[in-house]
């Protein structure tokens, strides 16, 4: 029985405005009201994660940064899984030239959450990012400079052929750190994500189920791109998106209709409020 339901935001909750369908938001609604649990699980950072999350309830947690970092709604820190300051100073110094492409992230309430050495903030993928967000990012002469505490993640992004590779080289460097990858293909974009070993999507959503006291069993998670697989894997319950990448849809998980479809409302229909003795079903995707 599905008791906890882990859902990525971008590609996921979200459609490619950066809205949440109204059948997304019913669905969310009637499974809390039902007793199961929600846990939004994202790569964006608190403060970007809480206003897209903010129409629904409030009992919903928000496992960010990649499971670095879980927060309720209301900011309370529920856990913290920070990369060591030293393991981060190393990553920096295998990668310097990626340089303009990198970023450090830190589990911070003021403006300098997000800090940059020589990013080009013209770069396509990163305008619409730039102009929302620009009041929380800073400039520094240097990220070794900036490095005074424990980030949440050291960042890096740019386009697909170029970020590739790198995740590709730091995956195989050593067991000290984590390695997320996203893709967005269709706007040759892409994200890679460098956390401590324990603070993946996966563990994150692992330790959520264990503090409610339940199994994988009891755990669905929905997801569309390359850092949703360990959270799938986990889950007795995985769902793909129809607008995830290639590599999710043919492992043989149940793929639902694509995001601006609302799709994630068709997977709590199907996977998780059907189990439930005299649910109607609803046609949630004529309201989307």
């Known amino acids: 029985m599905v008791r906890l339901i882990g859902i990525d935001m971008d590609g996921t909750l979200l459609d490619r405005n950066g809205q949440i369908p109204p059948a997304n938001r019913a669905a969310i609604d009637e499974a809390v009201a039902r007793g199961i649990h929600v846990a939004l699980v994202t790569g964006r950072s608190y403060p970007f994660a809480r206003p897209a999350a903010s129409e629904l309830p409030s009992s919903v947690t928000l496992i960010v940064s990649s499971g670095a970092v879980e927060r309720a709604m209301d900011g309370t820190t529920l856990a913290r899984r920070l990369l060591r300051r030293d393991v981060a100073e190393r990553v920096l110094a295998s990668t310097r030239a990626h340089r303009d492409a990198a970023a450090l992230v830190f589990d911070r309430d003021d403006e300098r959450q997000i800090v940059f050495e020589s990013m080009d903030w013209g770069h396509p993928g990163r305008k619409g990012y730039w102009a929302r967000n620009q009041a929380l990012i800073a400039q520094a002469s ?121 799709g994630l409302a068709e997977a709590i229909e199907r996977f998780a409020l059907r189990q439930f003795t005299g649910h109607k079903n609803r046609d949630y995707t004529s309201s989307a």
Do not use: C
């Open 142 to 262: 240097s990220l070794e400079e900036a490095l005074v505490e424990d980030p949440v993640e050291v960042m890096f992004n740019g386009f697909v052929d170029v970020v590739r590779p790198l995740a590709q080289m730091l995956q195989q460097t050593g067991p000290d750190f984590a390695v997320s990858l996203t893709e967005y293909i269709d706007r040759d974009f892409a994200l890679l994500d460098v956390t401590a070993p324990e603070a993946t999507k996966g563990r994150a959503l692992a330790w959520r189920a264990e503090q409610l006291g339940l199994s994988p069993e009891d755990v669905m998670a929905v997801g569309d791109n390359f850092n949703d697989l360990e959270m799938l894997e986990y889950a007795g319950t995985p769902v793909v998106m129809g607008n995830a990448v290639d590599a999710l849809k043919t492992r043989g998980w149940p793929v639902v209709g694509h995001q601006d479809d609302a």
